[in-house]
């Protein structure tokens, strides 16, 4: 597919549009392939359907002067049958997960009804961490979903739409407003990802290291939790690696590291816990206090990534490895 798709060289890698069904083995056998025909791909060439989508339907708006999305929203894909979701919380800009809800046409709707219940309960669940009090009830759930953005092939289908409206009937269908072919927004989307830039992800997109290690790869929060070993004849370093290996700098408010250096006490035994709200957690042996911070997942990874903004939670302090003032942003007042 490679070699018809591309016969001559290209001066930079493609990106490259996949259901959210895929996973490691699918997006490998990908980048393998496209090595095999001369083209070099690493992981951020690998773009979701319904991020790519969401992109180019974010990209459109502003284009036209609308107001950006309010509160938690859906993205669905359809192509060909082929449903893929992407649930939002646009109040913190960020894109909380990505499911698969059908692998083609011929299943069940029942199952793709269930699936997309399980992504606005957990969509729900995950924006409304800091509520003292969430109803669970169906009909209060669904309704804070106000939006559903479509996209692909089969969008317009009336099974398709007859679908949405009975799950989630007080959602406005909103559709691209530039793009009328709903197959071509995908490819639309892959060419205005700058319109993610400052929306994040809630999972890892990019690899936690420490020292030489990847005790964190990137990509979905499978399991929550990873029992680390921590050397402790010497100093460990926290550090977040891109696709290419290299280290991509921490930003903590006016300062740059590389990374950050783990505490005594916790580099005997250590659990990581990753949360899909972007908190990543050291916890030590009972007594011990625990590290916490917050990780700005970029959402679309670039070539190279400058930067990801870090904050503290907590009372322990976050211990920076090789900080550096940042200079690139001065504010001058008068």
């Known amino acids: 597919v490679a070699g018809c798709v591309f016969p001559e060289s290209l001066p930079s890698a493609p990106f490259i549009a996949i259901p959210s069904a895929f996973g490691p083995a699918c997006r490998k056998a990908l980048i393998d392939g496209f090595a095999d025909h001369g083209i070099d791909l690493d992981r951020h060439h690998l773009i979701e359907r319904p991020i790519a989508a969401f992109a180019a339907w974010l990209h459109h708006r502003q284009s036209l002067g609308g107001p950006g999305p309010l509160g938690p929203m859906l993205l669905l894909d359809n192509d060909g049958g082929q449903i893929s979701a992407c649930a939002i919380d646009a109040d913190t800009r960020r894109v909380v997960f990505t499911a698969p809800l059908s692998a083609g046409p011929h299943e069940a709707t029942d199952l793709i009804v269930d699936r997309l219940h399980d992504v606005v309960r957990e969509l729900d669940r995950l924006r409304s961490r800091h509520d003292l009090v969430r109803s669970s009830e169906w009909s209060s759930v669904s309704a804070a979903v106000s939006q559903i953005a479509v996209s692909g092939s089969m969008s317009e289908h009336p099974v398709f739409l007859d679908l949405l409206n009975r799950v989630l009937p007080a959602a406005a269908i909103v559709r691209d407003p530039i793009v009328a072919n709903q197959s071509a927004i995908v490819g639309s989307g892959l060419v205005n990802l700058r319109a993610l830039s400052g929306w994040s992800a809630g999972w890892p997109t990019l690899d936690l290291r420490i020292?030489?290690?990847?005790?964190?790869?990137?990509?979905?929060?499978?399991?929550?939790?990873?029992?680390?070993?921590?050397?402790?004849?010497?100093?460990?370093?926290?550090?977040?690696?891109?696709?290419?290996?290299?280290?991509?700098?921490?930003?903590?408010?006016?300062?740059?590291?590389?990374?950050?250096?783990?505490?005594?006490?916790?580099?005997?035994?250590?659990?990581?816990?990753?949360?899909?709200?972007?908190?990543?957690?050291?916890?030590?042996?009972?007594?011990?206090?625990?590290?916490?911070?917050?990780?700005?997942?970029?959402?679309?990874?670039?070539?190279?990534?400058?930067?990801?903004?870090?904050?503290?939670?907590?009372?322990?302090?976050?211990?920076?490895?090789?900080?550096?003032?940042?200079?690139?942003?001065?504010?001058?007042?008068?």
């Open 211 to 334: 020292d030489d290690d990847i005790v964190a790869p990137a990509g979905p929060i499978d399991r929550g939790s990873f029992d680390v070993s921590i050397d402790t004849s010497g100093q460990s370093v926290l550090t977040l690696t891109g696709a290419d290996g290299s280290i991509v700098p921490l930003r903590f408010g006016s300062m740059l590291a590389e990374g950050l250096a783990l505490p005594t006490d916790l580099r005997s035994e250590a659990t990581i816990r990753l949360l899909a709200d972007g908190r990543v957690l050291f916890l030590g042996e009972p007594g011990v206090r625990p590290l916490s911070f917050s990780v700005d997942w970029p959402l679309v990874e670039a070539d190279p990534v400058p930067s990801v903004t870090i904050a503290a939670i907590g009372r322990r302090p976050l211990q920076l490895v090789n900080p550096t003032v940042d200079r690139s942003h001065r504010t001058t007042a008068a």
